[in-house]
Protein backbone atom coordinates (compact mmCIF):
# COMPACT_ATOMS: atom_id res chain seq x y z
CA UNK A 1 0.00 0.00 0.00
CA UNK A 2 1.24 2.99 -0.82
CA UNK A 3 1.81 5.74 2.22
CA UNK A 4 0.02 8.93 1.37
CA UNK A 5 2.97 11.04 2.60
CA UNK A 6 4.70 10.19 0.08
CA UNK A 7 5.27 11.14 -3.49
CA UNK A 8 4.06 8.33 -5.88
CA UNK A 9 7.15 9.62 -7.86
CA UNK A 10 9.50 8.47 -5.89
CA UNK A 11 8.20 5.35 -5.06
CA UNK A 12 8.59 3.73 -8.27
CA UNK A 13 11.66 4.35 -9.65
CA UNK A 14 14.83 7.22 -9.40
CA UNK A 15 13.36 10.10 -11.96
CA UNK A 16 15.69 12.39 -13.25
CA UNK A 17 15.81 16.08 -11.38
CA UNK A 18 13.95 17.46 -14.41
CA UNK A 19 11.65 14.61 -14.68
CA UNK A 20 11.68 14.66 -10.42
CA UNK A 21 10.73 18.64 -10.32
CA UNK A 22 7.85 17.87 -12.79
CA UNK A 23 6.28 15.19 -10.98
CA UNK A 24 6.86 16.55 -7.50
CA UNK A 25 5.33 19.85 -8.51
CA UNK A 26 2.31 17.80 -10.17
CA UNK A 27 1.95 15.64 -7.39
CA UNK A 28 1.77 17.95 -4.07
CA UNK A 29 -1.11 19.47 -4.24
CA UNK A 30 -2.25 21.81 -1.54
CA UNK A 31 -4.51 18.88 -0.49
CA UNK A 32 -1.58 16.75 0.40
CA UNK A 33 0.57 19.55 1.69
CA UNK A 34 -2.05 20.18 4.68
CA UNK A 35 -2.35 15.71 5.25
CA UNK A 36 1.28 16.24 5.65
CA UNK A 37 0.89 18.77 8.21
CA UNK A 38 -1.76 17.04 9.90
CA UNK A 39 0.34 13.95 9.80
CA UNK A 40 3.34 15.86 11.72
CA UNK A 41 1.04 17.05 13.94
CA UNK A 42 -0.45 13.70 15.15
CA UNK A 43 3.07 12.20 15.67
CA UNK A 44 4.08 15.53 17.83
CA UNK A 45 0.93 14.89 19.55
CA UNK A 46 1.31 11.38 20.29
CA UNK A 47 5.20 11.82 21.78
CA UNK A 48 4.15 14.24 23.98
CA UNK A 49 1.54 11.76 25.43
CA UNK A 50 3.66 8.59 25.27
CA UNK A 51 7.58 9.58 26.38
CA UNK A 52 9.87 7.49 25.93
CA UNK A 53 10.95 5.53 29.12
CA UNK A 54 14.80 5.96 28.81
CA UNK A 55 14.08 10.20 28.31
CA UNK A 56 11.32 9.82 31.47
CA UNK A 57 13.38 8.09 33.69
CA UNK A 58 16.69 10.15 33.03
CA UNK A 59 14.06 13.56 33.65
CA UNK A 60 12.40 11.88 36.52
CA UNK A 61 16.38 11.82 38.71
CA UNK A 62 16.73 15.84 39.80
CA UNK A 63 20.18 16.76 40.02
CA UNK A 64 21.81 17.93 43.13
CA UNK A 65 21.21 21.74 42.36
CA UNK A 66 17.96 20.58 41.55
CA UNK A 67 17.23 19.23 44.78
CA UNK A 68 18.75 22.08 46.61
CA UNK A 69 16.95 24.49 44.64
CA UNK A 70 13.74 23.05 45.38
CA UNK A 71 14.37 22.82 49.48
CA UNK A 72 15.35 26.69 49.19
CA UNK A 73 12.07 26.98 47.59
CA UNK A 74 10.30 25.00 50.28
CA UNK A 75 11.81 26.24 53.14
CA UNK A 76 10.76 29.75 51.37
CA UNK A 77 7.28 28.66 51.30
CA UNK A 78 7.72 27.75 54.67
CA UNK A 79 8.82 30.56 55.60
CA UNK A 80 6.18 32.61 54.06
CA UNK A 81 3.33 30.66 55.44
CA UNK A 82 4.93 30.94 58.99
CA UNK A 83 5.30 35.14 58.37
CA UNK A 84 1.47 34.94 56.85
CA UNK A 85 0.25 32.82 59.80
CA UNK A 86 2.13 35.58 62.31
CA UNK A 87 0.36 38.23 60.78
CA UNK A 88 -2.77 36.50 60.76
CA UNK A 89 -2.59 36.36 64.21
CA UNK A 90 -1.07 40.02 64.77
CA UNK A 91 -4.21 41.18 62.98
CA UNK A 92 -6.67 39.02 65.06
CA UNK A 93 -5.19 40.61 68.40
CA UNK A 94 -5.17 43.61 66.92
CA UNK A 95 -9.03 43.48 66.00
CA UNK A 96 -9.46 41.98 69.85
CA UNK A 97 -7.70 45.12 70.97
CA UNK A 98 -9.81 47.66 68.38
CA UNK A 99 -12.97 45.77 69.82
CA UNK A 100 -12.08 46.08 73.10
CA UNK A 101 -11.08 49.77 72.54
CA UNK A 102 -14.86 50.02 70.87
CA UNK A 103 -16.40 48.78 74.00
CA UNK A 104 -13.88 50.89 76.22
CA UNK A 105 -15.13 53.80 73.93
CA UNK A 106 -18.31 53.22 74.31
CA UNK A 107 -18.62 52.89 78.00
CA UNK A 108 -16.66 56.20 78.53
CA UNK A 109 -19.44 57.73 76.35
CA UNK A 110 -22.20 55.99 78.52
CA UNK A 111 -19.91 57.74 81.48
CA UNK A 112 -19.94 60.96 80.21
CA UNK A 113 -23.62 60.76 79.39
CA UNK A 114 -24.17 59.73 82.99
CA UNK A 115 -21.63 62.07 84.33
CA UNK A 116 -23.84 65.52 82.35
CA UNK A 117 -27.03 63.65 83.42
CA UNK A 118 -25.46 63.68 87.42
CA UNK A 119 -24.24 67.32 86.90
CA UNK A 120 -27.26 68.43 85.32
CA UNK A 121 -29.09 66.45 88.40
CA UNK A 122 -27.04 68.49 90.92
CA UNK A 123 -27.58 72.03 88.94
CA UNK A 124 -31.48 71.43 89.33
CA UNK A 125 -31.06 69.94 93.20
CA UNK A 126 -28.60 73.18 93.67
CA UNK A 127 -31.21 75.66 91.71
CA UNK A 128 -34.18 73.86 94.05
CA UNK A 129 -32.53 74.43 96.93
CA UNK A 130 -31.76 77.81 96.19
CA UNK A 131 -35.61 78.45 95.62
CA UNK A 132 -36.49 77.01 98.88
CA UNK A 133 -34.13 79.09 100.26
CA UNK A 134 -35.26 82.04 98.80
CA UNK A 135 -39.24 80.90 99.50
CA UNK A 136 -37.80 80.26 103.18
CA UNK A 137 -36.18 84.06 102.86
CA UNK A 138 -39.33 85.45 101.40
CA UNK A 139 -41.86 83.68 103.93
CA UNK A 140 -39.48 85.01 106.49
CA UNK A 141 -39.88 88.49 105.00
CA UNK A 142 -43.63 88.25 104.67
CA UNK A 143 -44.03 87.04 108.33
CA UNK A 144 -41.64 90.11 109.53
CA UNK A 145 -43.42 92.40 108.06
CA UNK A 146 -46.88 91.07 109.09
CA UNK A 147 -45.71 91.57 112.71
CA UNK A 148 -44.45 94.56 112.04
CA UNK A 149 -47.92 95.93 110.99
CA UNK A 150 -48.89 94.05 113.62
CA UNK A 151 -47.36 95.84 116.22
CA UNK A 152 -48.25 99.08 114.84
CA UNK A 153 -51.95 98.01 115.45
CA UNK A 154 -51.72 95.17 118.90
CA UNK A 155 -55.51 95.48 119.53
CA UNK A 156 -56.97 91.79 121.05
CA UNK A 157 -59.99 90.98 119.20
CA UNK A 158 -61.14 88.11 121.49
CA UNK A 159 -60.25 86.12 123.88
CA UNK A 160 -61.80 82.40 124.44
CA UNK A 161 -60.90 79.83 127.83
CA UNK A 162 -61.73 76.14 128.70
CA UNK A 163 -61.32 74.46 131.53
CA UNK A 164 -58.94 71.12 131.35
CA UNK A 165 -57.31 68.70 133.77
CA UNK A 166 -53.41 69.25 134.63
CA UNK A 167 -53.60 65.58 136.26
CA UNK A 168 -53.83 63.88 133.24
CA UNK A 169 -50.42 64.22 132.37
CA UNK A 170 -50.19 62.59 128.97
CA UNK A 171 -53.31 65.11 127.93
CA UNK A 172 -51.68 67.88 129.07
CA UNK A 173 -48.74 67.56 127.41
CA UNK A 174 -50.22 66.56 124.29
CA UNK A 175 -52.17 70.06 124.56
CA UNK A 176 -48.58 71.82 125.64
CA UNK A 177 -47.10 70.40 122.14
CA UNK A 178 -50.31 71.61 120.11
CA UNK A 179 -49.90 75.31 121.87
CA UNK A 180 -46.42 75.52 121.22
CA UNK A 181 -46.53 74.91 117.49
CA UNK A 182 -49.69 77.39 117.01
CA UNK A 183 -48.81 79.94 119.23
CA UNK A 184 -47.42 83.34 117.60
CA UNK A 185 -48.61 82.24 114.10
CA UNK A 186 -49.31 85.09 112.25
CA UNK A 187 -52.10 84.78 109.56
CA UNK A 188 -51.80 87.87 106.68
CA UNK A 189 -54.96 89.25 105.45
CA UNK A 190 -56.79 86.84 103.02
CA UNK A 191 -54.98 83.73 104.62
CA UNK A 192 -56.69 80.59 105.47
CA UNK A 193 -55.13 79.07 108.75
CA UNK A 194 -55.01 75.40 109.44
CA UNK A 195 -54.68 73.88 112.57
CA UNK A 196 -53.27 70.47 111.31
CA UNK A 197 -51.00 72.39 109.14
CA UNK A 198 -49.63 74.31 112.16
CA UNK A 199 -49.74 71.63 114.89
CA UNK A 200 -48.55 69.00 112.09
CA UNK A 201 -48.99 65.19 112.55
CA UNK A 202 -49.20 63.81 115.96
CA UNK A 203 -46.42 60.93 115.94
CA UNK A 204 -44.74 59.46 119.42
CA UNK A 205 -41.22 60.65 117.52
CA UNK A 206 -42.61 64.17 117.77
CA UNK A 207 -43.26 63.67 121.48
CA UNK A 208 -46.94 62.85 121.57
CA UNK A 209 -48.47 60.28 124.01
CA UNK A 210 -51.84 58.14 124.29
CA UNK A 211 -55.01 59.66 126.06
CA UNK A 212 -58.63 59.38 125.37
CA UNK A 213 -59.93 60.50 121.85
CA UNK A 214 -63.79 59.62 120.29
CA UNK A 215 -63.48 57.14 117.52
CA UNK A 216 -66.08 55.27 115.83
CA UNK A 217 -68.69 56.30 118.35
CA UNK A 218 -66.71 55.43 121.67
CA UNK A 219 -63.81 56.42 124.05
CA UNK A 220 -60.48 55.22 123.10
CA UNK A 221 -56.58 55.67 123.89
CA UNK A 222 -54.69 56.94 121.14
CA UNK A 223 -51.89 59.23 120.14
CA UNK A 224 -52.30 63.09 120.57
CA UNK A 225 -55.81 63.03 122.79
CA UNK A 226 -56.38 66.53 124.14
CA UNK A 227 -55.25 68.46 121.20
CA UNK A 228 -59.33 69.06 120.34
CA UNK A 229 -59.61 70.82 123.36
CA UNK A 230 -56.93 72.89 121.97
CA UNK A 231 -58.71 73.47 118.39
CA UNK A 232 -62.01 73.93 120.02
CA UNK A 233 -60.68 77.09 122.18
CA UNK A 234 -59.17 78.42 118.85
CA UNK A 235 -62.72 77.66 117.71
CA UNK A 236 -64.81 79.96 119.36
CA UNK A 237 -62.38 82.50 119.18
CA UNK A 238 -62.55 83.01 115.51
CA UNK A 239 -66.10 82.47 115.59
CA UNK A 240 -66.75 85.16 117.75
CA UNK A 241 -64.49 87.48 115.99
CA UNK A 242 -66.48 87.41 112.66
CA UNK A 243 -63.84 85.33 110.78
CA UNK A 244 -65.40 83.27 107.76
CA UNK A 245 -65.03 79.30 109.32
CA UNK A 246 -63.52 77.20 106.11
CA UNK A 247 -63.62 74.26 107.57
CA UNK A 248 -64.68 72.13 111.25
CA UNK A 249 -66.31 69.17 112.71
CA UNK A 250 -67.63 68.14 116.00
CA UNK A 251 -66.96 65.38 118.14
CA UNK A 252 -69.36 62.15 117.88
CA UNK A 253 -70.35 62.99 121.64
CA UNK A 254 -70.53 66.22 123.86
CA UNK A 255 -67.45 67.21 125.64
CA UNK A 256 -67.48 68.37 129.25
CA UNK A 257 -64.92 71.82 128.52
CA UNK A 258 -67.25 73.36 125.99
CA UNK A 259 -71.19 73.57 125.04
CA UNK A 260 -72.90 71.02 122.79
CA UNK A 261 -72.89 72.58 118.81
CA UNK A 262 -69.39 74.68 119.88
CA UNK A 263 -66.84 72.22 119.89
CA UNK A 264 -64.53 71.41 117.49
CA UNK A 265 -62.20 68.37 116.29
CA UNK A 266 -59.08 67.38 114.41
CA UNK A 267 -57.92 64.28 112.78
CA UNK A 268 -54.28 64.28 110.65
CA UNK A 269 -55.10 63.18 107.16
CA UNK A 270 -59.26 62.96 108.06
CA UNK A 271 -60.67 66.56 108.85
CA UNK A 272 -59.19 69.90 109.48
CA UNK A 273 -60.34 73.10 111.55
CA UNK A 274 -59.84 76.00 108.70
CA UNK A 275 -60.62 79.92 108.83
CA UNK A 276 -59.56 83.07 106.99
CA UNK A 277 -58.52 86.62 107.80
CA UNK A 278 -61.51 88.33 105.86
CA UNK A 279 -59.98 91.49 107.58
CA UNK A 280 -57.26 94.19 105.98
CA UNK A 281 -54.96 93.33 108.62
CA UNK A 282 -52.69 90.10 109.75
CA UNK A 283 -53.91 88.12 112.69
CA UNK A 284 -52.07 86.87 115.40
CA UNK A 285 -52.41 83.95 117.63
CA UNK A 286 -52.10 83.71 121.23
CA UNK A 287 -52.01 80.78 123.67
CA UNK A 288 -52.06 81.29 127.68
CA UNK A 289 -51.94 78.11 129.89
CA UNK A 290 -53.09 79.57 133.55
CA UNK A 291 -53.77 76.92 135.75
CA UNK A 292 -56.47 74.04 134.48
CA UNK A 293 -57.27 77.15 131.61
CA UNK A 294 -56.07 77.62 128.69
CA UNK A 295 -56.98 80.89 126.85
CA UNK A 296 -57.09 81.33 122.98
CA UNK A 297 -56.24 84.77 122.03
CA UNK A 298 -56.25 87.13 118.22
CA UNK A 299 -54.72 89.77 118.02
CA UNK A 300 -55.55 92.43 114.91
CA UNK A 301 -57.20 94.99 113.86
CA UNK A 302 -60.94 96.04 115.13
CA UNK A 303 -63.44 96.76 113.38
CA UNK A 304 -65.44 99.91 115.36
CA UNK A 305 -68.47 98.95 117.18
CA UNK A 306 -68.68 95.46 115.95
CA UNK A 307 -69.74 92.63 118.11
CA UNK A 308 -70.77 88.93 117.45
CA UNK A 309 -72.80 86.07 119.57
CA UNK A 310 -73.62 83.12 119.16
CA UNK A 311 -76.52 80.42 119.63
CA UNK A 312 -77.09 76.69 119.73
CA UNK A 313 -80.17 75.04 118.54
CA UNK A 314 -80.41 71.52 119.41
CA UNK A 315 -82.81 68.64 119.34
CA UNK A 316 -82.60 65.39 120.90
CA UNK A 317 -83.22 62.87 118.32
CA UNK A 318 -82.33 59.47 120.36
CA UNK A 319 -81.07 58.10 124.36
CA UNK A 320 -77.22 59.14 122.80
CA UNK A 321 -78.54 61.19 119.98
CA UNK A 322 -78.32 65.02 119.30
CA UNK A 323 -78.38 67.22 116.26
CA UNK A 324 -77.32 71.04 116.94
CA UNK A 325 -77.08 73.97 114.67
CA UNK A 326 -74.83 76.94 115.64
CA UNK A 327 -75.49 80.57 114.23
CA UNK A 328 -73.95 83.65 114.54
CA UNK A 329 -75.44 87.00 114.80
CA UNK A 330 -73.50 90.82 114.07
CA UNK A 331 -74.09 93.47 115.58
CA UNK A 332 -72.72 96.83 114.47
CA UNK A 333 -73.58 99.69 116.97
CA UNK A 334 -76.08 97.88 118.34
CA UNK A 335 -77.95 96.99 115.58
CA UNK A 336 -77.94 93.55 114.09
CA UNK A 337 -76.55 93.61 110.79
CA UNK A 338 -76.15 89.76 109.86
CA UNK A 339 -77.14 86.69 111.01
CA UNK A 340 -75.99 83.52 109.50
CA UNK A 341 -75.70 79.47 110.32
CA UNK A 342 -72.21 78.59 111.22
CA UNK A 343 -72.53 74.73 110.80
CA UNK A 344 -74.49 71.38 112.07
CA UNK A 345 -73.88 68.89 114.43
CA UNK A 346 -74.75 65.32 114.93
CA UNK A 347 -73.71 63.70 118.19
CA UNK A 348 -74.42 60.26 118.20
CA UNK A 349 -72.02 58.05 120.66
CA UNK A 350 -72.87 54.30 122.25
CA UNK A 351 -73.96 54.13 126.07
CA UNK A 352 -70.94 55.87 128.21
CA UNK A 353 -69.98 58.03 130.32
CA UNK A 354 -69.64 61.77 128.58
CA UNK A 355 -66.30 62.82 129.02
Not at 142 to 154: C, D, F, G, K, P
Not at 183 to 190: A, E, L, Q, T, W
Request: with cysteine.
Amino acid sequence: MRSPLLCPALSSQQPSSARMRSNCGDAFPERWKRALLASLLTLATFGAAFPCPSLAASASKPTAAQQQKAHQKAQAAKAHQKAHAKKAAAYKAHAKKAAAYKAHAKKAAAYKAHAKKAAAYKAHAKKAAAYKAHAKKAAARQNHVARARLSASQTRLVAFSTVFNPKKAKRTLNMRLAIRAINGKVIPSGGVFSLNGAVGERTQARGYRTAIIFKNRKKVFDLGGGVSQVTGALFNAAVLAGLPIVQYRTHTRPVHYLPIGRDATVSWGHFDMKFRNNTSAPLRIRYTIRGDRITASLFGKKTPGQKVSLAVRQQKVGPNHIQAQLYRTFRRNGRVVKKELVGRSDYNWKDETPD
